[in-house]
Nanobody
Framework: EVQLVESGGGLVQPGGSLRLSCAAS????????MTWVRQAPGKGPEWVSA????????YYADSVKGRFTISRDNAKRTAYLQMNSLKPEDTAVYYC?????WGQGTQVTVSS
């Protein structure tokens, strides 16, 4: 059974940082590209970032470029999203995804 479990969300002040993790199981993690998608309250899903299977190709939405860093550790079967210089508009539920599979999401709230 494929499972994606996100963690690391929370409440942070503007300008702060969080590191999200996505622990994967039930499939050959190192063979698949991974993405992060977020959904803010009352809005549709927004693609945030992606990383290829080997970790050498990274992609970012313009809204997070220069502030967020995606990475992965294939030995640990985990993908990460380091989020720095957080803004209130980054408030959303963050999901990791590959193919048709999604995690349950982790809430990120940026507020003073």
């Amino acid at each position: 059974e494929v499972q994606l479990v996100e963690s690391g969300g929370g409440l942070v002040q503007p300008g702060g940082s969080l590191r999200l993790s996505c622990a994967a199981s039930g499939f050959t993690f190192g063979s698949y590209d991974m993405t992060w998608v977020r959904q803010a309250p009352g809005k549709g899903p927004e693609w945030v970032s992606a990383i290829n299977s080997g970790g050498g190709s990274l992609y970012y939405a313009d809204s997070v470029k220069g502030r967020f860093t995606i990475s992965r550790d294939n030995a640990k079967r985990t993908a990460y999203l380091q989020m720095n210089s957080l803004k209130p508009e980054d408030t959303a539920v963050y999901y990791c995804n590959f193919w048709k599979y999604w995690g349950q999401g982790t809430q990120v709230t940026v507020s003073s």
